[in-house]
């Protein structure tokens, strides 16, 4: 079966980095498109950070743009998330996602989920 198990992520101060990961098995990483996304206490969840299987191209949140970098080692079936100058408004807990077709519709699977909390 589909699992994504994440880690890194913590408590960082205003302008610090953070790097996530992201170990997928129970499906062909390599051929997926993967994503981060992250939720805010009280807001939705929002995407924030794509990279396809094929070429590696990559889209951002406009509110990561120049300080997150999302990238994949299809050797280890993972995906990563660098973040830098982080700010206070980028702590919310963060989630990988594969999105698989199925018989019965486009299903996503999700990550357990990892706490970013930027503080001083």
């Known amino acids: 079966q589909v699992q994504l198990v994440q880690s890194g992520g913590g408590l960082v101060g205003p302008g610090g980095s953070l790097r996530l990961s992201c170990a997928a098995s129970?499906?062909?990483?390599?051929?997926?498109?993967m994503s981060w996304y992250r939720q805010a206490p009280g807001k939705e969840r929002e995407l924030v950070a794509t990279?396809?299987?094929?070429?590696?191209?990559?889209n951002y949140a406009d509110s990561v743009k120049g300080r997150f970098t999302i990238s994949r080692e299809d050797a280890k079936n993972t995906v990563y998330l660098q973040m830098n100058s982080l700010k206070s408004e980028d702590t919310a807990v963060y989630y990988c996602?594969?999105?698989?077709?199925?018989?019965?519709?486009?299903?996503?699977?999700w990550g357990q989920g990892t706490q970013v909390t930027v503080s001083s």
């Open positions: 996602n594969v999105k698989r077709r199925r018989p019965d519709g486009l299903v996503d699977y």
């Open positions: 129970g499906f062909t990483f390599s051929v997926y498109t």
């Open positions: 990279i396809a299987s094929v070429g590696g191209g990559t």
